[in-house]
T-cell receptor, first 113, second 110 residues
């Protein structure tokens, strides 16, 4: 158990819909990262937050947004969903802003029909 | 742009047959190279951090080494429970991103 909690574990929705994925980081960790993993793309970095502030952005689509709240939990919002958005979405947390030692949650599997 | 390439894509070994996985990287300045293990349907699990060429880290049957352009994950006398996908990742001096390679899927047969 990494200590990182992600909900929901599974989500099935239709094209055009909007979903929110939630992540609670490990106790004491201030950094939260979001990654997308699909079969043909591997782990793709989306965005990082540190103590409530956005710190780095990867290949995150404009239809996607995220935030980190004062209690350090984070949410990833995916809107106008397309079939190609079907993937595993992982949240990871780290102790500092600049660590590469990340602790991953179990992921949220999104299926868009 | 940072790039991480792992080879082979898949590796099948017999139990006890030692081998190595390769991770080649291109970064403007290396701030760290990381190895993770990922089991099917699970999130990646951190294994090692390497910071400079010549550095080595060991954990049970795994040993990670680092040169200026690549890293190797050596697996000595593997067991079936070592079957997993092994991911390599890098972090550069310019930003806060941790970039992952596509991984090597390891299958160890008893």
């Amino acid at each position: 158990d990494s200590g990182v909690t992600q909900t929901p574990k599974h989500l099935i929705t239709a094209t055009g819909q909007r979903v929110t994925l939630r992540c609670s980081p490990r106790s004491g960790d201030l950094s939260v990262y979001w990654y997308q993993q699909s079969l043909d793309q591997g782990l793709q970095f989306l965005i990082q937050y540190y103590n409530g502030e956005e710190r780095a952005k990867g290949n995150i689509l404009e239809r996607f947004s995220a935030q980190q709240f004062p209690d350090l939990h984070s949410e990833l919002n995916l809107s106008s969903l397309e079939l190609g958005d079907s993937a595993l979405y992982f949240c990871a947390s780290g102790r500092t802003m600049d660590t590469g030692e990340l602790f991953f949650g179990e992921g949220s599997r999104l299926t868009v029909l | 742009e940072d790039q991480v390439t792992q080879s082979p894509e898949a590796l099948r070994l017999q139990e006890g047959e030692s081998s190595s996985l390769n991770c080649s990287y291109t970064v403007s300045g290396l701030r760290g190279l990381f190895w993770y293990r990922q089991d099917p349907g699970k999130g990646p699990e951190f294994l090692f951090t390497l910071y400079s060429a010549g550095e080595e880290k060991e954990k049970e049957r795994l040993k990670a080494t680092l040169t200026k352009k690549e890293s190797f994950l050596h697996i000595t006398a593997p067991k079936p429970e070592d079957s997993a996908t092994y991911l390599c990742a890098v972090r550069d001096t310019g930003g806060f991103k941790t970039i992952f390679g596509a991984g090597t899927r390891l299958f160890v047969k008893a």
